[in-house]
T-cell receptor, first 112, second 115 residues
Framework: DAGVIQSPRHEVTEMGQEVTLRCKPI?????LFWYRQTMMRGLELLIY????????DSGMPEDRFSAKMPNASFSTLKIQPSEPRDSAVYFC??????????FGPGTRLTVL | AQSVSQHNHHVILSEAASLELGCNYS??????LFWYVQYPGQHLQLLLK??????LVKGIKGFEAEFIKSKFSFNLRKPSVQWSDTAEYFC?????????????FGSGTRLQVQP
């Protein structure tokens, strides 16, 4: 298996622009997680899905953030409009049983 | 809500030195515990995990961790570090009884091993 795939790996955008991050989980994994990693706040859980259904989005910072999982093999995290404080590395992870999570390589987002 | 504390933010060791990284969590119930490692420029990888049973858990690359319930701790150890162990290490906890299917991560410890 190719592991968790994320795209793009790097994204540089200007404040106010829409940003869409993509994730393909490992086949057969029922759980998908979106995390954000910053120097100040460490690794934070934003939202997670079980069988394509959002279960807990309490970590989503504000309404500018939204996430979808239209099918078992694809998820998106969208930020609209983006702000400089959104600059971070965004990780997607998937898991068969939510405990042992497999992380993707991350998307490094820079908002100017 | 549970929290995870990693008190050592940055550790510098020489090769062959012994390593112990602290991890404490704040939850009184049953927990699942993890250590993840993030090598420079790479994604997080599972190093070891504890669900139940023997509190001394052995993981990959010679790492081990000991769960001490009375101290709410899950410290990571390695008897002799190598330069290739330079990475950031994250402790994570899941509280079983809450029904929340997610991990809470500590802030991480950056380990630098000098040759």
């Amino acid at each position: 298996d190719a592991g968790v795939i994320q795209s793009p790996r790097h994204e540089v955008t200007e404040m106010g622009q829409e940003v869409t991050l993509r994730c393909k989980p490992i086949s057969g994994h029922d759980y998908l997680f979106w995390y954000r990693q910053t120097m100040m706040r460490g690794l934070e859980l934003l939202i997670y899905f079980n069988n394509n259904v959002p279960i807990d989005d309490s970590g989503m910072p504000e309404d500018r953030f939204s996430a979808k999982m239209p099918n078992a093999s694809f998820s998106t995290l969208k930020i609209q409009p983006s702000e400089p404080r959104d600059s971070a590395v965004y990780f997607c992870a998937s898991s068969r049983d939510f405990l042992e999570q497999f992380f993707g390589p991350g998307t490094r987002l820079t908002v100017l | 809500a549970q929290s995870v504390s990693q008190h050592n933010h940055h550790v510098i060791l020489s090769e062959a030195a012994s390593l112990e990284l602290g991890c404490n969590y704040s939850y009184g119930g049953t927990v699942n515990l993890f250590w993840y490692v993030q090598y420079p420029g790479q994604h997080l990888q599972l190093l070891l995990k504890y669900f139940s049973g023997d509190p001394l858990v052995k993981g990959i690359k010679g790492f081990e961790a000991e769960f001490i319930k009375s101290k709410f701790s899950f410290n990571l150890r390695k008897p002799s570090v190598q330069w290739s162990d330079t990475a950031e290490y994250f402790c994570a906890v899941n509280a079983q009884d809450t029904g929340r299917r997610a991990l809470t991560f500590g802030s991480g410890t950056r380990l630098q091993v000098q040759p």
